[in-house]
């Protein structure tokens, strides 16, 4: 059974920094798309970023591009989402996510197109 486990959230004044962490487990991830999706208050999860594990292909929402970065450690089986100069709207329950691609390297970037789900971890940026 997959399971992800996020960390690194909490309280952040804006323009600091933030690395939130996802420790995937259960599986081999070579196969596998991992995505970071959030939601605000009163809004819809939506789509940040994802990563193919296995080509490291990376896609962003323009709203955190140039601020935001995914990345994998293949060794410790944990993705990251490195966050810059935060903003008041990056305030949000974040949430780690993963599929299986299989040999398909084309990332997924729609809610209902990733299976795993991790619990979710707050961050709160301060104006």
């Known amino acids: 059974q997959v399971q992800l486990v996020e960390s690194g959230g909490g309280l952040v004044q804006a323009g600091g920094s933030l690395r939130l962490s996802c420790a995937a487990s259960g599986r081999t991830f070579s196969n596998y798309v991992m995505g970071w999706f959030r939601q605000a208050p009163g809004k819809e999860r939506e789509f940040v970023t994802a990563i193919n594990w296995s080509s490291g292909n990376t896609y962003y929402v323009d709203a955190v591009k140039g601020r935001f970065t995914i990345s994998r450690d293949n060794t410790k089986n944990t993705v990251y989402l490195q966050m810059n100069n935060l903003k008041p709207e990056d305030t949000a329950v974040y949430y780690c996510?993963?599929?299986?691609?299989?040999?398909?390297?084309?990332?997924?970037?729609?809610?209902?197109?990733?299976?795993?789900w991790g619990q979710g971890i707050q961050v709160t940026v301060s104006s």
């Open positions: 996510a993963a599929v299986n691609v299989g040999n398909n390297y084309l990332l997924r970037t729609r809610r209902d197109q990733y299976h795993y």
